[in-house]
């Protein structure tokens, strides 16, 4: 089967929750308020196991439904380490719900869905921990690149500096590769770079 992205915006902001699948395995990435139930129904349809919880960085609109989604499927809840501490509170919403790690990802990590095989990269700018996930000619950018933006720097753990090098970073990928980011529509390395 063929790897399968489903974006889920849920959330006041909305945020982009994302069903990424590959036979009967899942993963749930950046479970936004309200995201929960749509992403195990939309697994159920794909009779698929949601095997994994993953956060790009630990903004609350992207991880409040982490333990909605732990208590139901059972699934590890992943994050860089830089931004663990941001799971157990949030000053910006009075609906968090608090999560606890149980992995940790690092920069060049290798996470293997299926057949498929997911890169971590630490991007860091928008929080210290922020992450984005690269399988070929696909990119989980997180708030660290959007459609014509990227992510906000002056928030506490952003950098102005360590986002222009995430930045960089992420243009050496090839033109092709679809972006999927946190908020909004999704766009591609050659759209977003061609200009800069």
Known sequence: MALEILAIPSGPL?????????G????AVDPAPGSAQ???????ERNARITRIIN?????????DNAALRKATGAPIAIHAQDAPMLGRSEFSR?????????FLESGQVLNLGRYVFRVLHTPGHTAGSICLLERGVLLSGDTLFRGAHGRTDLPGG????????????????????VY????????????????
């Open 24 to 27: 009967g395995e899942a993963w």
């Open 181 to 196: 980011p946190g908020h909004g529509e999704q766009t591609t390395i050659g759209e977003e770079f061609s200009g800069r």
């Open 159 to 178: 950098s102005d500096e360590e986002m222009r090098a995430s930045l960089r970073k992420l243009a050496t990928l090839p033109r092709e590769t679809i």
């Open 56 to 64: 790009t960085h630990g903004h609350w609109d992207h991880v409040t």
């Open 14 to 22: 909305p945020t982009n929750a994302y069903l990424v699948c590959e």
């Open 38 to 44: 749509p992403l195990l129904e939309a697994a159920r």
């Open 95 to 103: 609906a968090f719900i608090p999560s606890h790690p149980d992995d």
